[in-house]
């Protein structure tokens, strides 16, 4: 791989990446380490990935380096640091309820089993379609929407 | 209101930054060519890594044994000069090519050892370990009789517990397996077999036979004399059946021609 294209997946890929590690970990630092190893070492071993056709595996290999760096750790989930609400004015009176609703939407968040969870993000949190979630997971998109239906239970009952 | 949530992680540092960072000098760094050389030098590097461990691994490793049978004695020359005899159905075993590192030999059975004057030179057997520095000894590790007799020099004799043993000294296993110690008057006794002359000082009845059996290479049968002590000596240049009469007859008993050697009878 030349340098060139190794920019080109690079610019194209890495922050997806370090967001889905993101979705699962819920640690912004950690999730930049793991991704920044994976292309590094995509560089160092010269690993030929093409950055059109090659995004499930990148999503593999950002997911094997993932579990053998987590193998041991028991990790707490909290995600209110990077929800944040669109239409919704956070006027300086609505601030201690949208903490409030921040917290709520994290801890369901945290509740929901891993796969469902980071399928509710890739969707809700970064607005991917069904099918792209598919293509990048590697599953099919009844498996997709099977997820979803689940995280979307899991919220209603948390939050209504 | 849950369809308007949107995940934002605060990024300490931006994708641009960490390019700049961290992968613009990564990538300058190699061009194509140089791909392969890097894939090169690590096999390199894994390959001297193992010449290494080899070149260290094989001389701690490779050993040589000397083994006799019964019937047979064998006297051996060391590395360094020191000199081994084993008496029959016996082994030793060493490491030549770490000899100068350390002198250590392991051994079953019976050996005489002359040790040259120099680094420290050990013997271990299952029943405990005996070290020198320059000495005449014998080393007898048989089942679980254990003795160390100390010809001249001074002699370390590690087991259940650790004495030193001067000239004409001898340690062995006690009843209880500790080291006992005791001066021994006709020290050249002990290591007569080395000129098939065997002596027996207080032997079980049992010790000798089995002795003799080694040393003639002859299968021996015999039940139920375990409290039978025996004190005299035979010379190899007699017949085993003339041996064998001479030792049994103070008990009252005879050898008896057998179909795979001898029985001692009543």
Redesign the interface.
């Given at each position: 791989m030349?340098?060139t294209e190794?920019?080109t997946l690079?610019?194209t890929h890495?922050?997806a990446i370090?967001?889905y590690i993101?979705?699962r970990c819920s640690d912004?630092?950690l999730?930049?380490d793991i991704a920044?190893d994976l292309?590094?070492k995509i560089?160092?071993k010269?690993m030929k990935v093409d950055h059109l056709k090659d995004k499930a595996l990148l999503y593999k290999m950002a997911s094997d380096l993932f579990v053998s760096k987590m193998r041991r750790k028991k990790v707490e989930l909290n995600?209110s640091?990077?929800?944040?609400?669109?239409?919704?004015s956070e006027s300086p009176d609505k601030i201690v309820e949208m903490e409030q609703l921040r917290a709520k939407?994290s801890q369901s968040m945290a509740k929901m089993p891993e796969k469902t969870r980071v399928t509710f993000?890739l969707s809700?949190?970064?607005g991917l379609k069904y099918h792209e979630i598919a293509e990048r997971l590697n599953i099919g998109i009844k498996a997709v929407e099977k997820r979803m239906n689940g995280a979307?239970t899991i919220?209603?009952r948390d939050?209504l | 209101m849950k369809e308007d949530i949107k995940i934002n992680p605060k990024w300490s540092k931006s994708k641009e930054e960490i390019w700049s960072e961290h992968f613009e000098t990564l990538t300058s760094k190699e061009s194509e060519p140089l791909v392969s050389t890097v894939r090169f030098g690590r096999y390199m590097r894994y390959l001297s890594a193992a010449a290494i461990v080899l070149i260290f691994l094989i001389p701690a490793i490779y050993t040589r044994s000397l083994v006799t049978k019964k019937g047979e004695h064998l006297s051996f020359n060391l590395p360094d000069g020191s000199m081994v005899s084993l008496n029959a159905e016996s082994k030793m075993t060493y490491k030549p090519l770490i000899w100068w590192v350390n002198r250590a030999v392991k051994m079953d059975g019976e050996a005489y050892f002359e040790v040259k004057r120099g680094a420290k030179f050990s013997v271990s057997t299952e029943n405990g370990v005996v070290k020198v520095l320059g000495t005449k000894f014998n080393v007898f590790s048989r089942g679980e009789i254990f003795s160390v007799s100390c010809i001249s020099g001074r002699v370390e004799v590690r087991s259940d517990g650790v004495v030193v043993l001067e000239n004409n000294k001898r340690a062995f296993l006690g009843s209880d397996g500790k080291l006992i110690v005791e001066q021994v008057q006709e020290i050249e006794k002990i290591i007569s077999w080395r000129t098939d002359l065997f002596y027996f000082t207080e032997t079980p009845l049992e010790d000798v036979i089995d002795e003799i059996s080694r040393q003639y290479n002859i299968d021996i049968e015999y039940s139920d004399i375990n409290s039978y002590i025996y004190t005299g000596n035979f010379s190899k240049e007699s017949s085993i059946e003339t041996v064998l009469e001479i030792v049994t007859l103070p008990f009252g008993l005879k050898p008896e021609k057998s179909q795979k050697g001898y029985k001692i009878v009543r």
């Open positions: 030349t340098r190794f920019k690079f610019d890495f922050d370090r967001r993101y979705y912004s630092e999730a930049s920044q292309f590094t560089w160092e010269d995600y640091n990077s929800i944040e609400f669109e239409n919704i939407y993000l809700r949190g970064e979307l919220l209603r939050l | -």
